[in-house]
C-alpha cells in the first residue's frame, strides 16, 4: 500500500507559479510510475504529467508542455509538479497517483492503482 498526500495547491496569478508535491509513505515510491491528473469542475478528470519508476522517463500532456516539469526526490520519496505560466484553463484539483500501468498506459487514470486526496489549484485571470 502507498500512500499519498499532495500540498502546494492555492491561489495565483496568470503567469505565476506554483509546485506541487506528492509525499509518499508505506512504500518506495521510485518503484512505482508517478502521475500527476486534474479534474476541473464538469470536466472528467485528464492527466497532466507522469514519471517512471526504475528507468525516468517523463510524459506531459500537450496542454503543460514548455511549462509542467515533473520530477522525484527519491531521497525524500516524493514527486513534484512544477507549474510555471500559468493560465485560468489550469484551475482544477490536481491529484497525484502511482501505479505501475504498463508502456502505452501512462496518462490512462484507471492504470493507477493509488491516490492521493487532492490540492485545489486556481489561476485569477
Known amino acids: 500500500q502507498v500512500q499519498l498526500v499532495e500540498s502546494g495547491g492555492g491561489l495565483v496569478q496568470a503567469g505565476g507559479s506554483l509546485r506541487l508535491s506528492c509525499a509518499a509513505s508505506?512504500?518506495?515510491?521510485?518503484?512505482?510510475?508517478t502521475g500527476w491528473f486534474r479534474q476541473a469542475p464538469g470536466k472528467e478528470r485528464e492527466f497532466v504529467a507522469a514519471?517512471?519508476?526504475?528507468?525516468?522517463?517523463?510524459y506531459y500532456a500537450d496542454s503543460g508542455k514548455g511549462r509542467f516539469t515533473i520530477s522525484r526526490d527519491n531521497a525524500k520519496n516524493t514527486v513534484y509538479l512544477q507549474m510555471d505560466s500559468l493560465k485560468p484553463e489550469d484551475t482544477a484539483v490536481y491529484y497525484c497517483?502511482?501505479?505501475?500501468?504498463?508502456?502505452?498506459?501512462?496518462?490512462?487514470?484507471?492504470?493507477?492503482?493509488?491516490w492521493g486526496q487532492g490540492t485545489q489549484v486556481t489561476v485569477s485571470s
Open positions: 514519471v517512471t519508476g526504475s528507468i525516468v522517463s517523463t
Open positions: 497517483a502511482a501505479g505501475q500501468p504498463p508502456m502505452g498506459w501512462r496518462t490512462t487514470s484507471k492504470k493507477y492503482d493509488y
Open positions: 508505506g512504500r518506495t515510491l521510485s518503484t512505482y510510475t
